[in-house]
């Protein structure tokens, strides 16, 4: 079964918009599929696009987490990007820390992010 969530694929990196709140079973669905997405397509970078979302729970903060220790494990790099204010004083509230999650105001600045901590793996 695959998710309702489009990856898609962009250079060498893929790109995941989640623009809905997303239930416990599609996250782990999406899990699922990212990262048989990255084993398949070799895709050094991951980007998740939260900025829709309004709200990140305890159980969303956890898949973040474990999606971004999952694509290291892959040999990829993670940036989550678009995180509401709102939302980053949720998790902080929460007490949440996103251990391993890398996190970028918007696309643009995610994928320079991902270029810039890709070329210093590549290159040292």
């Not at 990262?35 to 159980?59: H, N, Q, W, Y």
């Not at 892959?74 to 678009?82: H, P, R, Y």
């Amino acid at each position: 079964m695959q998710s309702n969530i489009p990856i898609l694929k962009l250079g060498d990196y893929l790109l995941v918009t989640i623009q809905m709140d997303v239930h416990d079973r599609a996250a782990l669905q999406l899990q699922d599929d990212l990262t048989a997405e990255i084993s398949k397509r070799g895709s050094k970078g991951v980007l998740i696009d939260i900025s829709t979302l309004e709200v990140v729970d305890t159980f969303m903060g956890r898949v973040l987490s474990d999606t971004a220790a999952m694509a290291k494990v892959l040999d990829a790099e993670t940036v989550v990007v678009g995180m509401r204010p709102a939302v980053a004083i949720t998790l902080v509230e929460l007490g949440l820390s996103l251990p391993g999650v890398v996190t970028a105001l918007n696309l643009e600045r995610g994928m320079e992010l991902l270029t810039q901590r890709l070329g210093r793996k590549v290159n040292g």
